[in-house]
């Protein structure tokens, strides 16, 4: 009996493909990511290491050349374990694939032997103040830089890795291929060892070896392909660089903005509490200058504008000054009181 669409999408909702390698494929093992400091100036930290081992385990991840996305997945990254501070996983290429034999060429012969994981994070811890880097108001410190005796540089957790390829050279030093089944097949085949006196042999072998892969793969790639790929990575690694810089100039400006809204501030409140003495000085001005006047001019009311308030007050003294004493002199024992006429000051 035939099962139903419906009964069918029930039973595999939610289950996610094995990655295991099938017979015959290339399998190796390689470093993926460790705590130490990466080109970036990043550092994984604990958690990081082991989400994505997690993801490795209950999932898998696609094993990409050269982080190309445009391009499908070559192989998988299967079984991960950490260990000494650093995730180790394996990944197999089936011999079904198209770029078999030249990823197992240039693997056995030690041409490539660099990896790179491709991820995003949620958590950019600076290592010098704890903040986020990108927090500018309360982070003032640029990745690489010096600060007394210790560099500042990203701590990076919380993070979904992608996919991890195979590169010239990755980001994390130590990011290699550390065991693989077809390494030991050239020694084998080359009736080399690791043993002490031979270790020169397999050198001088390996590095004759490594030449002539080296030549046969320039025979084979068409110099137009070479030189698209060569203008492709210039473009893209001068897009990294000013990107990189305009950030960097952009934090400096942040830092200079913060600190100059900070005396800002200081000034303001400065200002405000001013501006308030002022007020006050000018409301008793103002009080004065109305209480001088009154004997001229019962109805005035002093100016608001303080430069006003003082030529007022100059003019109401002066008047002040040309008024009689008020003294009485005495003619025939009559008392003879000079009287200015009321208009005769009025403003």
């Not at 060429?105 to 986020?132: M, P, Q, Y």
């Not at 005796?149 to 291929?177: F, H, N, Q, R």
């Amino acid at each position: 009996m035939r099962a139903t669409l419906a009964e069918t999408n029930q039973v595999h909702k939610g289950e996610i493909m094995p990655k295991k390698p099938t017979q015959g494929a290339l399998i190796a093992e390689a470093l993926l990511i460790d705590k130490n400091l990466t080109s970036y100036n990043t550092k994984f930290k604990d958690g990081a290491l082991v989400q994505v081992m997690q993801k490795i385990n209950e999932e898998g991840l696609p094993l990409l050349m050269s982080h190309n996305t445009e391009k499908f997945p070559v192989g998988a990254w299967f079984e991960a374990t950490v260990k000494d501070e650093a995730v180790f996983s394996k990944f197999f290429v089936p011999r079904e694939i198209n770029e078999y034999d030249d990823i197992k060429a240039r693997i056995e012969t030690g041409i490539l032997d660099s990896v790179s994981i491709g991820f995003s994070a949620k958590v950019h811890e600076c290592s010098i103040c704890g903040n986020d880097i990108y927090d500018f108001e309360n982070c003032e410190h640029i990745p690489g830089k010096q600060y007394g005796d210790e560099t500042c540089c990203v701590m990076l957790d919380d993070i979904k890795p992608s996919e991890a390829s195979l590169v010239y050279s990755g980001a994390v030093p130590a990011a290699k291929i550390v065991d693989t089944d077809v390494k030991s097949e050239f020694f084998v085949k080359n009736e080399l060892n690791f043993s002490e006196g031979q270790l020169e042999v397999v050198q001088h072998k390996c590095t004759y070896h490594i030449c002539n892969e080296t030549q046969n793969e320039g025979e084979n790639m068409p110099e137009e392909k070479f030189q698209e790929l060569q203008t492709k990575f210039d473009e893209l690694n001068s897009k990294f660089m000013n990107t990189r810089e305009e950030l960097v100039t952009a934090k400096e400006e942040a830092i200079q903005f913060k600190e100059k809204a900070s005396k800002y501030d200081e000034v303001s409140e400065k200002l405000q509490d001013v501006e308030s003495k002022y007020s006050e000085y000018v409301q008793k001005l103002q009080e004065k200058v109305e209480a001088l006047a009154a004997p001229f001019d019962a109805n005035y009311k002093a100016p608001e504008d303080i430069e006003a308030i003082f030529a007022d007050i100059e003019k109401f003294v002066e008047e002040a000054k040309a008024l009689p004493t008020g003294q009485q002199s005495h003619v025939e024992d009559e008392e003879v009181e000079y009287q200015v006429p009321a208009d005769a000051f009025k403003v």
